[in-house]
Structure formats: C-alpha cells, structure tokens
C-alpha cells in the first residue's frame, strides 16, 4: 500500500452530538463515529442522525469513519441510506460481523451506487472471516481486529496469545494484499503497562496503526506507530547507499545493507510521506465559544 494507512483510530459512540464534535479536538488520525455495539439497540435510529450531524460538523470528513451495523441486519440497511443520503460524507466506512468478501463488495457496490467510494475497512471478529481472509483483505482496504466478539467466540480471555493466531493472519494477508492493518483497542484502561506492550508487540509483527476507546491513549499509540523523523532520514540513506552500490549491498554506519533492506527503507519512506501528507498536516482544536471546530497548523 502506498496510500495513507491511519496509525491511531477513535471510536466515540454517536450517543451525543457535543461528545462525538468534542472528540475532533483529539489528536487521533481517523476520528470513528460507532453506530454498532457502543449504541443500544432502542437509540440506533437517533444515533443516526447524531451521526449526520456530526459529519455535517466534522473539519476534515475525509479522515472521519462510521462503523456500520452488520450486513444483513435492519440497521445496517438504514445505516447505508444515511451514508448515501448524508450531504457530508466520511473518508472510512468500517464494517462488522463481516464473514466473506460478498459483504465488501456489497457494501461497496451499494455505496457507488450512491456516489460514495469511502475506504473500507473490515473488523476481523468471526471464524468466518478468518477462513475466508485473504480475500476479504483482497477486497477491503483495511482490516481492523475485532478482539472482544472473536475472544468471546473462541470462549477464550483477551490475551496476547489467544489473539495471536488472528494478529499473524491479519499481518501476512495485509502484507500480501498492501492493505492496512490496525490492532483493536486495548480495553484495560487502567493498565497502561498492556498497552505499552501491545504497542511494541505489535510493531514486531508488521501492524500499522492501532484503535482506542480512550483519548488519553493517544498521546502513546501515536508516539509509537506514527513516523518517526529519524526513523525516515536513515530510511532514506538506506535507499541512497544501496543505490550508490548499484543495486547490491553496501555498508552504512558500520552495518551491511542490501536489496531487501532498500526495499524495507523504500515502503517506510513512502508511508511516511504518505501519512504526513494527509494526517500530518492541520490538527483540530478545542471548540470555540460558538460551537465550530476551528483548525490549528502543525503535526503534533
């Protein structure tokens, strides 16, 4: 993937209109409006039209996602007529309870149909869609795992090992097919130490960005997955040293690098210039006194 993968992702349930405005003030890539599991089943239809509002309200609705009911439910036939009807429309549209690459392509069609081409990510939460995975990556943009729902199927703890078999299958399809791969939120809030090492962990196994139900996490999870300036300027003296060797290996600060690191270097330049170009630039700001989000320059 080449485009711009989203390193840190908030979900904000759309029970209230000053809460999801208020959480554009936060410094997260993608802000997500919930219309699924954070909404009971009796306020789905006014979180709707929370959710309208808000995308009416939203700085930059092309870094906004709604998470969208299950494909063959009521809800989610209402949820696509307010993404198709709303004037305002999001960047990301990010499915749940997905189990084949059908239900991508559906969504998708449906939405086109409207006019709509937002990135589609999916939740990996079901045995299913884990059977099915390589071409549900082949056909989504993104996937994001869903560790609550896929634990409780497995009658398994959220644990790093009873969610590694589905990291390592999300990380090698993602890889294979140049999708996004993003890490669910962690739900101990109180235990930053679980984070931390998520983060870490994650990083090791080749994801790109991870989610949060908490504001307060960001400040770590962007620290941790966002480019690194260092990180770029050796990635792109890797490239410039294996170029300057004709293509075979060279030697850079004391260490050999080849082909196969130029070619890591390469993909790390390019997403960070990917991420910085439509993440890194304006942030948004606290709310003003009459109730607009106004715009502040400068990454963070």
């Known amino acids: 993937m080449t485009g711009a993968i989203p390193r840190s992702v ?15 003030s936060y410094d997260a890539d993608v802000h997500l409006v919930d219309l699924e599991d954070s909404v009971p089943p009796r306020e789905k239809a006014a979180a709707r039209e929370v959710c309208r509002a808000a995308l009416a309200k939203a700085p930059r609705p092309e870094n906004v996602a709604v998470r969208v009911n299950p494909l063959g439910t009521v809800e989610a036939v209402h949820d696509l007529v307010l993404l198709a009807e709303s004037a305002v429309r999001p960047g990301f549209v990010v499915m749940t309870m997905v189990e084949s690459a059908v239900e991508v392509r559906l969504l998708r069609d449906t939405l086109a149909g409207a006019g709509a081409a ?58 294979r097919h140049g999708k996004a791969c993003v890490d669910t939120a962690n739900f101990r809030l109180s235990a930053p130490d679980v984070l931390a090492d998520e983060l870490t962990r994650i990083r090791e196994l080749g994801f790109h960005g991870k989610a ?18 260092a990180e770029l300027a050796r990635a792109r003296r890797v490239t410039e040293a294996v170029h300057a060797a004709g293509g075979g290996v060279a030697v850079l600060d004391g260490a050999m690098v080849g082909p196969p690191f130029a070619r890591l270097a390469e993909m790390t330049a390019v997403r960070g210039d990917a991420w910085t170009a439509r993440f890194g630039g304006a942030r948004t700001a606290l709310l003003g006194g009459d109730g607009v989000v106004e715009q502040r320059g400068g990454a963070r």
Do not use: F
């Open 10 to 24: 908030l979900y904000t349930p759309a029970l209230s209109l000053d809460r999801v405005v208020k959480a554009w």
């Open 118 to 175: 937002p990135e589609v990510y999916v939740t990996v939460e079901t045995v299913a869609a884990l059977a099915d995975l390589d071409a549900i990556t082949a056909a989504a943009d993104g996937l994001v795992l869903g560790s609550a729902d896929l634990a409780a199927t497995l009658g398994v703890e959220i644990t790093w090992a009873g969610m590694l078999a589905a990291r390592q299958a999300m990380a090698l399809a993602c890889a």
């Open 212 to 229: 949060t139900v908490h504001p307060a996490e960001l400040p770590a999870i962007n620290a941790a997955l966002r480019p690194d300036p």
